[in-house]
């Protein structure tokens, strides 16, 4: 193994410095902002689209009620049809993508 320089240790030094003072990546340590939850279902809901993206009608009057556990609920399937639409997307992209790539250089 190589003898570490003076720059080495100094920079070595710094990464440990960092991974002390920077937070670690728990994910689920901080409770969740329910006013934000709840403006981001009332955004949904005036889309028009709550049925669709979380299997339940809501209107603005029951955002503004919803209980915390509810609204952490109702978002948890939100962002879920998000992902999965998402990756549907990046999907079929990546297949027209292929598709025209191979159209390219073969015969079709």
């Known amino acids: ?11 070595m030094e710094e990464v440990s410095q960092m991974l002390k003072t ?14 934000v939850l709840h403006e981001q279902l009332a955004i949904l809901v005036s889309t028009g689209k709550a049925m ?6 809501l ?24 992902g999965d639409k998402t990756t549907e997307t990046f999907l079929e992209s990546f297949i027209l993508l292929y598709t025209w790539g191979g159209g390219m250089f073969l015969p079709i």
């Open 52 to 57: 669709e993206a979380i299997g339940v009608q």
């Open 59 to 82: 209107t603005q009057e029951h955002v503004k009620h919803l209980e915390a556990k509810d609204a952490e609920k109702y978002y948890k399937t939100y962002e879920t049809y998000v």
């Open 22 to 35: 920077e937070p670690t990546g728990g994910g689920n340590s901080a409770q969740p902002d329910i006013p």
């Open 1 to 11: 193994m190589a003898d570490l320089t003076a720059e080495d240790m100094k920079v």
